[in-house]
């Protein structure tokens, strides 16, 4: 099981990547509530480019120009990235 911390960073990946989502879009993909997904976001929101919008449904927007740093390999992702660029050729 996750924390909520590792939870509300996948999040923050899910609003950058989509661009724009759901409390309920969020509460679905993380199998949580909506009550869990807004006090999620409203923290995100304290020290994040995203901006939550007042239509149908409650939205969230991350800001133009704006994308999450990507996630890092791991160890095993990082050796088969290697090995597999060792037998390419420069063209």
């Not at 990547?17 to 006090?39: L, P």
């Not at 976001?41 to 007042?54: A, D, G, K, Q, Y």
């Not at 992702?77 to 290697?82: D, P, T």
Request: aromatic letters at 8%.
């Amino acid at each position: 099981m996750q924390s909520a911390t590792e939870r509300r960073q996948e999040v923050l990946y899910f609003i950058s990547d989509r661009r724009r989502v759901t409390y309920q879009q969020i509460a679905d993909e993380f199998g949580i509530s909506h009550m869990t997904a807004r006090r999620d976001v409203e923290i995100l929101v304290c020290s994040h480019p995203i901006i939550i919008e007042n239509w149908r449904g409650g939205g969230i927007r991350a800001m133009d120009g704006w994308y999450a740093s990507k996630r890092y390999l791991t160890d095993a992702q990082e050796a088969l990235l290697r090995k597999l660029t060792a037998g390419l050729q420069p063209e």
